[in-house]
């Protein structure tokens, strides 16, 4: 018999439904925090989201069920805002923005 294992950060699950449901709500739970100042809207802080949404692609292999589609991408939309109001710049980024400004 060959079942499919769902684990992540040595915790394992029984089934994609649990993994899904366990990791959209960690990330959730993560993009509040940052929004109402709990924690800092950081790089490291929006990766913690972002490695869970991946890893949910990952395990959907590129087809987001219809039932956490809406969900999924709503969380996707709300990390993208995050990551365009923090002022973080990758330095090569910065150099080409500065040249085009000058």
């Given at each position: 018999?060959?079942t499919?294992?769902?684990?992540y950060?040595n ?5 994609l ?12 739970e993560?993009?509040?925090?940052i929004?109402?100042?709990v924690i800092k809207?950081?790089?490291?802080n ?7 949404l ?14 956490y589609?809406s969900t999924?991408?709503s ?5 993208y805002?995050?990551?365009?109001q923090?002022?973080?710049?990758h330095?090569y ?7 085009l400004?000058?």
């Open positions: 018999m060959n499919k294992k769902f684990s950060e915790r394992h699950f029984s089934s439904q649990e993994i899904t449901e366990v990791l959209l709500h960690e990330v959730n993560q993009i509040i925090r929004d109402i100042g809207n950081t790089s490291e929006r990766n913690y989201s972002k490695w869970r991946l890893q949910l692609q990952f395990y959907f292999a590129d087809t987001v069920p219809e039932e589609r999924y991408n969380l996707w939309s709300q990390l805002r995050l990551e365009h923090d002022t973080f710049r330095p980024l910065k150099i080409l923005l500065e040249q400004h000058a």
